[in-house]
């Protein structure tokens, strides 16, 4: 239930309304998981030690709660702040009992039965119910038409669907005996992931489903030899910087055609308006959720002022943390970032099943879907959720996987020993 309220699914939609000031605006969704996270606390207090296992393996997590939380001394937004960091704490939190409570292994086949539901619950309310299921009233109606289902937007629904397809697709690579007779359920997931996609008409979207679909290959063969390895990657880098150069020399045309323009559909100037006012604090930034919020807050209204037009954030995940959290808060983020890359090649190389591979495909999706989109570091929400759950999973699930190689190489020098003394005493 958690994970599929975390993904904006069904409440938002079911109280939007046409005539009111910011259809954002949900009552209902921060009360509902307050409870989801006391019923969550209480489950910790019951499993503490096992939590508190897990938790102590990334430092890097917690800062950056700790930072959040700390912004309540400097927020300018001293009426939101301590109410959301407090609710980030808790997202955190549930993101930890999630790797404490299951495997990596488990989480996957978790969310793909939520997916299943998003996929299912989308092509019923956009067939029958059109009103909820498509883009209507929503941005002065430039979006008519395109498919949201059960999510809030279609853009948002289109990086869910990023993510069901890294899921689906796992799944289906899957060959132990356990799947082979769900396999086509998989398959089906995988496709109708990608049909959404298409129908939500988010470009960055499609975009980053083809990069992922491209890179799964080259991040598999991170398991073989570094003799295969090395030409692949020689291979890519060809292929990207050929591609890059096609691209930036045709740039004009491909926005044309792709229907935006060279400054992103007016993301760049919200960069540029952001830039100017993150430099006068820049070190710890404005507060945490302080910076789009409404007229009432000076910050949001200047930029308002300065762009003609009300932006509901900064389209860019790494630039709304560089503002509410400063230079301190990006820095703390990269290196936890940084360092859950180079766990998640270590992980994958450690072990041969398909989860190996989904720590690297949604540490790509995460970056790749935060250059245009905001959805980095955010409260009550499935893509921070699932950064934390991966992080704690592979530090627990990769200690105890060496731990496992370590007793099963000693047990078989044991016995090679034993062996190897009988033969010499038979002699």
Avoid at 327 to 341: E, R, W
Avoid at 382 to 395: C, D, E, G, R, T
Wanted: charged share 15%.
């Amino acid at each position: 239930m958690t994970l599929f309220f975390s993904t904006t699914a069904l409440i938002p939609i079911l109280i939007e309304k046409e005539d009111s000031v910011d259809a954002s605006q949900d009552p209902y969704t921060p009360i509902l998981f307050m409870g989801i996270y006391i019923v969550t606390l209480f489950l910790v207090m019951k499993n503490w030690k096992s939590f508190l296992y897990v938790a102590q393996r990334d430092i890097w997590i917690w800062l950056l709660v700790g930072i959040a939380l700390a912004s309540v001394l400097w927020t300018v937004a001293p009426d939101i702040t301590p109410r959301r960091s407090v609710l980030f704490l808790g997202t955190t939190g549930f993101g930890v009992y999630l790797a404490t409570r299951y495997t990596m292994r488990e989480q996957l086949e978790l969310l793909a039965w939520m997916f299943g539901l998003i996929i299912l619950l989308s092509f019923v309310f956009a067939i029958a119910l059109p009103s909820y299921g498509l883009m209507t009233f929503q941005e002065k109606g430039i979006h008519a038409g395109a498919w949201r289902g059960v999510i809030t937007h279609k853009n948002t629904l289109g990086r869910l669907m990023n993510v069901s397809t890294i899921v689906f697709l796992l799944l289906c690579l899957d060959n132990s005996l356990s799947q082979q007779k769900y396999k086509w359920l998989s398959w089906l997931g995988f496709v109708l992931s990608v049909v959404l996609i298409i129908l939500s008409t988010s470009k960055t979207a499609l975009i980053v489903l083809l990069t992922l679909t491209i890179i799964l290959p080259l991040y598999k063969a991170l398991r073989g030899n570094y003799n295969q390895i090395v030409p692949l990657v020689i291979t890519v880098v060809l292929v990207v910087g050929t591609t890059a150069t096609l691209l930036l020399d045709n740039l004009p045309l491909i926005a044309t055609a792709l229907g935006k323009d060279l400054t992103l559909t007016g993301r760049t100037d919200i960069w540029g308006v952001m830039l100017e006012l993150i430099w006068e604090r820049p070190l710890l930034g404005y507060g945490f959720n302080a910076v789009w919020q409404s007229w009432d807050n000076e910050v949001t209204a200047y930029l308002w002022r300065t762009l003609e037009w009300e932006s509901p954030y900064g389209h860019n995940g790494f630039m709304d943390l560089l503002a509410e959290l400063g230079i301190l808060g990006l820095i703390v983020f990269a290196i936890s970032y940084i360092t859950a890359c180079i766990k998640g090649v270590m992980w994958l190389r450690l072990t041969k099943m398909v989860e190996g591979l989904f720590p690297l495909m949604y540490l790509t999706f995460l970056f790749m879907s935060n250059i245009t989109e905001s959805n980095l570091v955010v409260t009550n929400n499935i893509f921070w959720i699932l950064y934390v759950s991966i992080i704690f999973s592979m530090a627990v699930e990769s200690e105890q996987a060496k731990l496992y190689k370590y007793e099963s190489s000693y047990i078989n020098n044991e016995e090679w020993i034993e062996i190897e003394a009988s033969s010499k005493q038979d002699f």
